[in-house]
């Protein structure tokens, strides 16, 4: 009723690590999940923090937006490689003169799906911010959002997964609230999601 959303359906799965995530094309089609870590883990204002982030998802029809631009990355990604191998296979036609134009376009081969990949990226961590602050306008908490996002921060970090647990992947760690893969520097650079200190901070700063 505070997001003025229809009612999502809603899923616990049976996963001791501690996150949530929203999904659904529309806020008509949406659907919420969290996990019994999660549950075990956050008090219930904390809950309630993280569910109005993954409601501000669905109103933001963040879902549609992710899968949008991870098709233009695909897209992006498949064209470069289709030119790479008209590249091998004599595709450049051969042209000796032109030495700047074939580095332009090996370099073209190549950065073109970096570029894509980054600027999706980008959008998924623009998404983050955003559903950070629809979500603390939603709860009118930030702090609870905050404390719980620091809570998800530690307890991803320091879980470790028990064979029975959902594992998650690359392709759709974006929809969770926590980036549940680890990774060092390299990876935090392709992350999916900004740095939980950032989000942290930004929602501190809120009033109402």
Not at 24 to 33: E, L, M, S
Not at 83 to 97: C, E, K, P, T, V
Not at 157 to 168: L, R, T
Request: hydrophobic content about 45%; proline content about 5%; glycine content about 8%.
């Amino acid at each position: 009723m505070k997001a003025k959303l229809p009612k999502p359906k809603v899923y616990i799965v049976d996963s001791g690590m501690p996150n949530a995530f929203a999904t659904g094309r529309d806020p008509k089609n949406a659907a919420v999940a969290v996990t019994t870590g999660i549950l075990n883990l956050l008090s219930y204002e904390e809950i309630e923090g993280v569910l109005a982030h993954e409601l501000a998802h669905v109103m933001n029809r963040d879902t549609l937006i992710s899968s949008v631009a991870a098709t233009i990355a695909g897209v992006i990604t498949m064209m470069a490689s289709m030119a790479q191998w008209a590249a091998i296979f004599g595709g450049l036609g051969g042209r000796n003169d032109d030495k700047g134009g074939i580095v332009s376009f090996i370099a073209m081969i190549f950065l073109a799906p970096l570029a894509a990949t980054l600027i999706q990226l980008a959008i998924s961590r623009s998404r983050e911010y955003a559903a950070d602050s629809e979500g603390a306008r939603i709860c009118r908490k930030p702090w609870v959002l905050a404390d719980a996002l620091e809570k998800l921060e530690y307890g991803n970090s320091n879980y470790k997964p028990k064979i029975s647990d959902v594992q998650p992947k690359e392709s759709s760690a974006h929809m969770f609230i926590v980036n549940p893969l680890k990774g060092g520097i390299i990876q935090s650079l392709f992350s999916t999601h900004p740095l939980t200190e950032d989000r942290v901070k930004r929602l501190r700063a809120m009033r109402f």
